[in-house]
Nanobody, 119 residues
Framework: QVQLVESGGGSVQAGDSLRLSCAAS????????MGWYRQAPGKQRELVAG???????NYADSVKGRFTISRDNAKNTVYLQMNSLKPEDTAVYFC?????????????WGQGTQVTVFS
């Protein structure tokens, strides 16, 4: 059994910062990629940022230079530091972590955390 627990969402003013966390626990053999997605009302879920176990990162063009993804491999935790937030960043943010149990790799999703940015 694997569980992802997200934290750190909230309501802020444009220009403010937030830091999201997503901790994986349970029967984990290994984790390579960890990612953050978001879904705004009426829109499809989109990739925000991802990071490999080696530290390679990728970002959506809309967040480059403002968001930073990082991870603590010892804690099986991924973070998303969001700076200079804009109203268009308003969405529910989900972490996505494909986890190997030693036999199969299963993509797990966090429960989602709401981020609301007021202009």
């Amino acid at each position: 059994q694997v569980q992802l627990v997200e934290s750190g969402g909230g309501s802020v003013q444009a220009g403010d910062s937030l830091r999201l966390s997503c901790a994986a626990s349970g029967s984990i053999f290994s984790i390579n990629y960890m990612g953050w997605y978001r879904q705004a009302p009426g829109k499809q879920r989109e990739l925000v940022a991802g990071i490999t176990s080696g530290g390679s990162t990728n970002y959506a063009d809309s967040v480059k230079g403002r968001f930073t993804i990082s991870r603590d491999n010892a804690k099986n935790t991924v973070y998303l530091q969001m700076n200079s937030l804009k109203p268009e960043d308003t969405a529910v943010y989900f972490c996505n972590v494909p986890i190997s149990t030693g036999h199969v790799i299963v993509p797990y999703w966090g429960q989602g955390t709401q981020v609301t940015v007021f202009s």
